[in-house]
């Protein structure tokens, strides 16, 4: 069962998470980048495949500048419906605030048909060079996910293509968030006291 794990790791009667069961879209397949406020704030990269999201964790957030090799952890599938969920998890298992930083649909770097391109994304995938083109609000343009050899089968680099949409300066994700957003609200609530930092750091022998 493709999200045997996913379940196994959450009680639903506690969290608000989608349990889910396999489904696909219809015409193009769909993607969600949420930001997601954990124990360290990351990135959840999702793209649908086979009527699930496969998924990565990028520690740094995606990037528009082909020179970055951003890492991206795969972790467990996750339902198909999880690409409309934000909200706050509670206590466990990734608790913490997810908000959606970009969502859209993507394809093979042919835009084939569906069915076409999830043959193509699929073969991609199972080598470790999953190469789509996404069409996003914040991400456009060509990417690749590439899993690294001689490292843990989870080990993945998301790289942006040299394409039209592609930057030549610096690319922070974080600069590319709503000020009002739930996460910046928290983080703006809870910065550390440079006061007391400053007095910790001083008794530290």
Known sequence: MPLELYKKKRNFNETPEPEGKPKSSKSKLAFVIQRHKASHLHYDFRLEMDGILKSWAVPKGP??????????????D????????????PSGYGAGIVEIWDNGTYSDLENSDIKTAEKNLR???????????????????????????????????????????????????????????????????????????????????
């Open 123 to 205: 073969a991609g995938l199972h080598a470790g060079n999953l190469k789509f083109r996404m069409f996003g609000k914040k991400l456009k343009g060509e990417f690749a996910l590439v899993r690294l050899k001689g490292k843990q089968d989870n080990t993945w680099l998301l790289i942006k293509h040299n394409d039209e949409y592609a930057v030549d300066e610096d690319y922070n994700s974080e600069d590319d968030t709503p000020e009002n957003s739930p996460i910046n609200k928290w983080l703006a609530e809870n910065k550390p006291d440079k006061a007391n930092t400053r007095s910790a750091k001083k008794k530290v022998p």
């Open 78 to 89: 996750h339902p198909y419906d999880y690409k409309d969920f934000a909200g706050i998890i």
């Open 63 to 76: 990037s528009l500048n082909p020179k970055d090799k951003r890492l991206a952890m795969m972790v467990e």
